[in-house]
């Protein structure tokens, strides 16, 4: 992680990272103001909370409650040598604890991240550099080694030489990637999460039998997630962009929309509008970029090649991002590298589909199968060690399609984790399904699970599927479990070269009747591919496209952002149109108008419903706030200051709204209850003097938002370098 540092007034500090602020100073005695605490005294406390948060997480996954439980550390200094240190941590349990718990508790605060990394004595390296900002570091692995070289199955390069051609790509963009967390909980299975440290909702997540396999996961998919735009699918771009010669890509097209609003001429193809449009109710203005917002441009469409004929077809980028997610997307060291992973995947998702909804029973896969597969066989061992049945499926249905399944079984909680793979070859099938089933999972992460049901209606339901794709956390069904198989096991193998297996997978699409459609991205510096296949690789149904589009953030993002620059009769008019869009009230305002809000402000936390509540307090509308404050006070889960002042509105919204009773007969009361700084704001938001209590005003150029200008900044990269491609041509 990333920490900026700033030297504020004398001693003080502060520090940065993600969306926190942390300010240091040091005692009067050492010449500072006492303001804060020092940088060491954050350090003490950071093992303490550190052991609290593992006594929690031991506790949560038990129903086992902490109010009685008391946690304390010392750290006891040797008079001779004061950086030989002590750290005494004791904990209070209650009696009625088992003693079984007991020792379980205390071997959870042994597994404290902070302690470990302590005792393990972390390599400090410190240098002087010209710019902390143009210091891309050469970060994860080192550089490439030629006398030490690792091929796996499917890679055209060894996994040294990718990590270092990733890296460098990475660097020359201006992206400083660092790796947040490692996991390796069992033998041969790794994962790890890697970010942007300029702007850390630019993440992905990388798996594999090897640390070094799991790295070149993550950094394929971090350059795969550029190249598609995927960190910023459904993310406001800001005018600046909206206005540019472009948006999205050099290539692009605009279409002006029509008088009628139906599709224009030129957008997709017979094929494609039959499967989008089957109805012949889906309107230009239904598919206007959610990303520029610009209306005025139209559509904007991205080309992509129909892989039957070669013929160009114009996808609009709305139509992509509301179906699409990052499924069909991947890059790799050679465009054919790329393809057989994007297809893969198409095929991993698709099949488990198939099998979640129509709730198959699949064969086991045979010992005498895996036992060619002993590092896979070493990782199953490892977690059924740690008590998790798992079972090991063949997922092909038949030998139709290079797909696997290992699921693993949680006897301590009654959940279960279907995890599916592809590949054309079993054995790295069988291998990216039991990566998948552990990656960033630690096994405190496994009582998570959702209990599997006979109820056919939970698991056929869409948003099951949706679940099941975002992590795998759907549910699964009984009969999926069940011995009798509706197929029998086939010993599968789809494996060649790279080109070969991209022939053989476009012919399994062919066989089922499906079209294809590749956009091939080299601007950034690395073959990458999204492949659409219509009516086949959707993750959510097509007609979101009219009923749940993204662009729905048109109707209210320039409000919302300027919400404090409305008078009463445009919040009236903004409060009308969100009560008529039958909008989710519990959907909250990030999602709606695509703005990366910090989410440890009220606005990161603000729901539709809290909105509106605030708009008819605005308004001086007390019946109608009122009902949305009892509304927001039973079913909402916001922090502990936002609902104590929705408790105190409430209170006084009931006096003033009852004719018998008197505001000075409870307001001492109200503001002993409540606090003088909460009751001034309750107040104020009553009478209409405050208007809408800790939303910071901001605009569209989003001033205050650095959260959502950091992603913006990040995404200027990836345009400035496809412009300068593109000027080159």
């Not at 630690?442 to 009582?447: A, R």
């Not at 008819?616 to 200051?641: C, I, K, P, R, S």
Request: aromatic share 10%; net charge negative; proline share 4%.
């Amino acid at each position: 992680m990333e920490i900026k540092v700033n030297f504020l007034e004398n001693l003080k500090l502060e520090a940065k990272f993600d969306d926190f602020t942390v300010i240091a100073d040091q005692p009067i005695r050492y010449k500072g103001d006492g303001s804060a605490p020092s940088p060491f005294d954050y350090f003490l406390a950071s093992s303490a909370l550190c052991a609290g948060y593992f006594i929690r997480l031991y506790c949560n996954a038990r129903d086992i409650p902490t109010e009685n439980i008391r946690l304390s550390q010392n750290n006891i200094v040797d008079p001779e040598d004061r950086y030989n240190q002590i750290f005494k941590i004791q904990v209070e349990l209650p009696e009625d604890i088992s003693d079984k718990d007991r020792q379980g508790i205390l071997r959870a605060v042994e597994r404290c991240t902070v302690k470990r990394v302590v005792q393990t004595e972390p390599d400090f390296q410190i240098e002087a550099v010209d710019n902390l900002d143009d210091s891309a570091q050469a970060l994860l692995m080192g550089t490439s080694d030629e006398q030490h070289t690792t091929f796996i199955k499917g890679k055209d390069l060894p996994l040294e030489q990718t990590i270092a051609n990733m890296t460098q790509i990475l660097a020359d963009l201006g992206m400083k990637i660092e790796i947040a967390s490692w996991r390796n909980i069992v033998p041969n299975v790794w994962s790890l999460h890697v970010r942007d440290a300029a702007s850390p909702m630019c993440f992905t997540n990388g798996k594999g039998a090897t640390k070094e396999a799991a790295l070149c996961s993550a950094l394929g998919e971090f350059i795969e997630r550029l190249n598609c735009n995927f960190f910023y699918n459904d993310q406001y771009f800001g005018q600046e962009i909206a206005e540019s010669e472009f948006v999205h890509y050099p290539n692009e097209r605009w279409f002006e929309l029509t008088e009628d609003d139906s599709l224009p001429t030129g957008i997709l193809d017979e094929y494609t509008r039959a499967i989008y449009d089957p109805e012949n109710e889906l309107a230009g203005s239904n598919l206007i970029d959610t990303n520029s917002g610009n209306v005025e441009r139209g559509i904007c469409a991205l080309p992509f090649k129909r892989h039957s004929d070669g013929e160009e077809v114009y996808f609009p980028s709305n139509l992509i991002e509301n179906l699409y997610l990052s499924n069909g997307m991947s890059a790799g060291n050679t465009l054919d590298e790329a393809v057989v992973q994007c297809l893969s995947e198409i095929f991993e998702r698709a099949v488990k589909r198939e099998i979640i909804e129509n709730e198959i029973a699949l064969p086991d896969v045979p010992d005498t199968v895996l036992e060619r597969f002993p590092k896979l066989v070493e990782g199953i061992k490892g977690l059924e060690v740690q008590g998790y049945p798992v079972l090991v499926k063949d997922a092909s249905l038949g030998g139709q399609f290079p797909v696997a399944c290992v699921t693993l079984m949680n006897p301590r909680t009654g959940g279960v984790f279907a995890s599916f793979g592809a590949h054309p070859s079993l054995e790295v099938a069988l291998e990216r399904s039991l990566t998948e089933l552990l990656q960033g999972r630690s096994f405190e992460g496994l009582n998570d699970l959702p209990a599997p049901t006979f109820n056919q209606m939970a698991v056929t339901e869409p948003n099951n599927f949706v679940e099941h794709f975002i992590d795998s956390s759907g549910v699964v069904s009984w009969r999926f479990f069940s011995a009798r198989s509706e197929y029998e096991f086939v010993d599968w193998d789809f494996s060649g070269s790279n080109h070969e297996e991209v022939d053989t997978l476009f012919g399994i699409l062919a066989d089922l009747g499906k079209e294809a459609y590749v956009a091939v991205y080299n601007e950034l510096g690395a073959p990458a591919c999204r492949i659409l296949v219509p009516g086949y690789s959707e993750v959510y149904p097509v007609e979101d496209l009219i009923w749940d589009n993204t662009n729905v953030a048109l109707q209210f993002r320039e409000d919302i952002l300027n919400l404090h620059r409305l008078d009463n009769e445009a919040l009236a008019e903004l409060v009308e149109r969100l009560e008529e869009s039958q909008l989710d009230n519990y959907m909250d305002i990030i999602t709606l108008i695509g703005i990366e809000f910090d989410e440890n402000t009220v606005w990161g936390q603000l729901t539709i419903l809290e909105l509106k509540l605030l708009i008819y307090l605005a308004l001086g509308e007390h019946a109608l706030a009122l009902e949305h404050v009892e509304m927001f006070l039973q079913y909402n889960d916001n922090t502990v200051e936002r609902v104590l002042f929705y408790r105190a509105v409430e209170a006084l919204l009931e006096v003033e709204l009852d004719e018998e009773l008197e505001r000075s007969d409870f307001i001492y009361n109200f503001r002993r209850m409540f606090g003088d700084k909460t009751m001034d704001a309750v107040e104020g938001s009553v009478d209409g003097t405050v208007r809408f209590h800790g939303l910071t005003p901001t605009d569209m150029n989003l001033t205050g938002l650095d959260r959502h200008l950091r992603l913006i900044e990040s995404y200027k990269k990836l345009h400035a370098a496809r412009a300068r491609v593109a000027a080159a041509q």
